[in-house]
């Protein structure tokens, strides 16, 4: 026997719309509806939600808001109230943008308020 350990969706925000493209369909044809996709945003909303409740927490989300679409795309009004509340531009502010990329713009961003002092920019946070 051997032990395995899957993370918590809330360190899986890449699986999300994988899981969102699995459940979809599932949930939908038990209503004998043809949901296809989940807005932009909304998926951005999806991956900044803690998810508490984990996978069960999330096929339930989607469950309900399957039911309730018209259409065949998910928005977040078919959501609870608590993404309502999500602001996809402020946790993805940076999402397109190289973790080496930010760290030099910070660091010229530094040595600029220190004129060029290499030093004194290493001592800052």
């Known amino acids: 026997m051997f032990k395995l350990t899957i993370p918590p969706l809330q360190e899986r925000k890449a699986a999300i719309a994988l899981l969102a ?4 369909p599932r949930y939908a044809a038990k209503i004998t509806r043809r949901i296809t996709t989940l ?6 909303k999806l991956q900044q939600y803690p998810w508490k409740g984990d996978i ?4 339930n989300i989607i469950e309900r808001a399957v039911i309730l679409a018209d259409a065949d795309t998910l928005t977040a009004d078919l959501f609870p109230p608590e993404f309502q509340q999500i602001t996809p531009l402020a946790a993805s502010a940076y999402s397109d943008t190289a973790l080496s990329t930010v760290e030099r713009n ?3 961003q530094i040595l600029k308020q220190t004129n060029g002092n290499k030093a004194e920019t290493a001592r800052l946070p």
């Open 21 to 24: 493209s699995f459940f979809m």
């Open 39 to 44: 807005e932009p945003a909304l998926l951005e």
């Open 56 to 59: 069960r927490e999330f096929k």
């Open 106 to 108: 910070h660091i010229a």
